[in-house]
């Protein structure tokens, strides 16, 4: 059984920063694209980041840009989100996920992806 876990989130000052893990179990992920969706209340889930299989493609969204960076440790089959400079406007339930389909590139699309954890809260107070 596939399991994607969540851990890192919490409260954190406005200009903090903050890393993220998702950790994997029930297959090797190492072959598989990876990414990051959020989820602020009364909003979509919207992406984040996106690792590719390889690790060589990344895709961030405009508004993380130069603040967040995803990366993926093979080794212990999990990925990170390291949030720097963070906003209140960063405030949302954190999702991991995974593709099922080997050798994807750094989706940005929901549908793209298989597998979810069970999100971890990020919140940024000014």
């Known amino acids: 059984q596939v399991q994607l876990v969540e851990s890192g989130g919490g409260l954190v000052q406005a200009g903090g920063s903050l890393r993220l893990s998702c950790a994997a179990s029930?297959?090797?992920?190492?072959?598989?694209?990876m990414g990051w969706f959020r989820q602020a209340p009364g909003k979509e889930r919207d992406i984040v980041t996106a690792?590719?299989?390889?690790?060589?493609?990344?895709y961030y969204a405009d508004s993380v840009k130069g603040r967040f960076t995803i990366s993926r440790d093979y080794a212990k089959n999990t990925v990170y989100l390291q949030m720097n400079s963070l906003k209140p406007e960063d405030t949302a339930v954190y999702y991991c996920?995974?593709?099922?389909?080997?050798?994807?590139?750094?989706?940005?699309?929901?549908?793209?992806?298989?597998?979810w954890g069970q999100g971890t809260q990020v919140t940024v107070s000014s």
């Open positions: 996920a995974a593709d099922s389909h080997p050798y994807g590139s750094a989706w940005s699309q929901r549908e793209q992806y298989d597998y």
């Open positions: 029930g297959r090797t992920f190492s072959n598989y694209s």
């Open positions: 690792i590719s299989w390889s690790g060589s493609n990344t």
